[in-house]
Antibody
């Protein structure tokens, strides 16, 4: 069965860095695009980043662009989120999620992105 | 600030029906496929509807999705206490080149 297990969360001071990991199993990791989605305490879902199956294409939310980097190691079935210059507003539970497709799928000008499996999340708290 | 607007809450008695609207624009819902997610308290979100109106295996036909123009709707019939959760719509926004979620709707079973 598909499993996604996030790790690496914790308490970090503003301005510091943190790296999250997502270990995937139960499917051919290298065939699927992957995402990070976050949820601040008591708030709604916010998409963070997308990476294609081979890491060649990456997309970011404006709120994290230039500070966060999504990457993957297909040999280790692992997804990463490198977070730099962390701010208090980055405090959230971070989920990794599998995309149904190998990359951003836009057929006939219509894009189709959805998350068919999610991890349990890891909490990142940015505080001094 | 989300670009997709949902009502903050909806409620109904057990066995009744609720609908949740998701309003967007031509660059997101108008041109792209919509999906819906349910998040039970303290758990990760789960896919309910994809491709505007398709259900993954294991999701009962009490859940339905539709799309018209720049709006989408999730319907839940035969409401059960276990349906109390937060529900989110989502789609790709071709102008932002980013995925966007709705503001979320809390369903309460009276």
């Amino acid at each position: 069965q598909v499993q996604l297990v996030e790790s690496g969360g914790g308490v970090v001071q503003p301005g510091r860095s943190l790296r999250l990991s997502c270990a995937a199993s139960g499917f051919t990791f290298s065939s699927y695009a992957m995402h990070w989605v976050r949820q601040a305490p008591g708030k709604g879902l916010e998409w963070v980043a997308l990476i294609s199956y081979d890491g060649s294409d990456k997309y970011y939310a404006d709120s994290v662009k230039g500070r966060f980097t999504i990457s993957r190691d297909n040999s280790k079935n692992t997804l990463f989120l490198h977070m730099n210059s962390l701010r208090a507003e980055d405090t959230a539970v971070y989920y990794c999620a599998r995309d149904r497709w190998a990359s951003l799928y836009c057929g006939g000008g219509r894009c189709n992105v959805y998350f068919d499996y999610w991890g349990q999340g890891t909490l990142v708290t940015v505080s001094s | 600030q989300s670009v997709l607007t949902q009502p903050p809450s909806v409620s109904a008695a057990p066995g009744q029906k609720v609908t949740i609207s998701c309003s967007g624009s031509i660059s997101n819902i108008g041109n792209n496929y919509v999906s819906w997610y349910r998040q039970l308290p303290g758990t990760a979100p789960k896919l309910l509807i994809y491709d505007n109106n398709k259900r993954p295996s294991g999701i009962p036909d009490r859940f339905s999705g539709s799309k018209s123009g720049t709006s989408a709707t999730l319907g839940i019939t035969g409401l059960q206490t276990g349906d109390e959760a937060d529900y989110y719509c989502g789609t790709w926004d071709s102008s932002l080149n980013a995925y966007v979620f709705g503001t979320g709707t809390k369903v309460t079973v009276l």
